[in-house]
């Protein structure tokens, strides 16, 4: 999950090949592969959910593995950020990382293929102003996630440039729960009806273009 509008392919004679950036990528967090790869590389924000959160908020922190490389911090496109979630989220989930550190935690004990959460990254329509961001994601987040069930951190990434040009495209950073968070016997476990398999992404996509209006822009 990158903020510009490629994101890095396999190396050919010893340069990187970019691909676009899909107008909406969701994929699971998971710490598969995280040991074999470079921390310094463009995967190392998104072996889990704390170095998500982290990232998505542009703020420095460590996840279980250790410091996040934390350079995203200097790039001074945080537009706004916000939490989603049910009424009965227990007061100490409602701020911080805790939530997904214990999603980490959780996820761990199973193995590094244990998914801890959702990360989806969507753009927004370029042509709405900041406001209208916020409103787009938060009703989205509630209508289609946290209806479901689902704990939504979200942030909005852009940056205008000084001659008014538009470098890149607006787009917002979603970070959904994938395990039980309510206190009983099954906090903790995965919840297979959020966000698990390829369907329900769709489903997420689909609800996302069709809520936001892009669906039109994107077929004209």
Known sequence: MFDNTSVPRTSEAGRDLLRPRPPFNARPVC?????SRSTEGPYSTHYTATA??????RVSGSDRFGPVPDGYTLRGDLVATGRCH????????RLGDTLWREADDAAALEGPRGIS??????DLPRDADPA???W???????RHLVDKGMIVD??????????????????????ASARFWRQNGRVG???????????QMRTAEDDWFRFTGMQTALAA
Do not use: C, F, M
């Not at 710490?31 to 040991?35: F, I, V």
């Not at 049910?86 to 989930?93: A, E, I, M, S």
């Not at 959460?117 to 969507?122: D, E, G, K, L, Y």
């Not at 940056?159 to 470098?167: E, F, V, W």
């Open 31 to 35: 710490a598969a592969g995280r040991e």
């Open 52 to 57: 998500s959160w982290l990232y998505i908020n």
């Open 86 to 93: 049910p009424q009965k989220l227990p007061p100490r989930l």
């Open 117 to 122: 959460a959702t990360h989806i990254v969507a």
């Open 132 to 134: 209208r961001w916020v």
């Open 136 to 142: 787009l994601v938060e009703n989205y987040a509630y």
């Open 154 to 175: 979200w942030a909005i990434h852009w940056r205008d440039s000084a001659d008014g040009t538009l470098p890149g495209t607006p787009h917002v950073h979603l970070l």
């Open 189 to 199: 476990s995965r919840q297979w009806q959020w966000l698990a398999n390829a369907d």
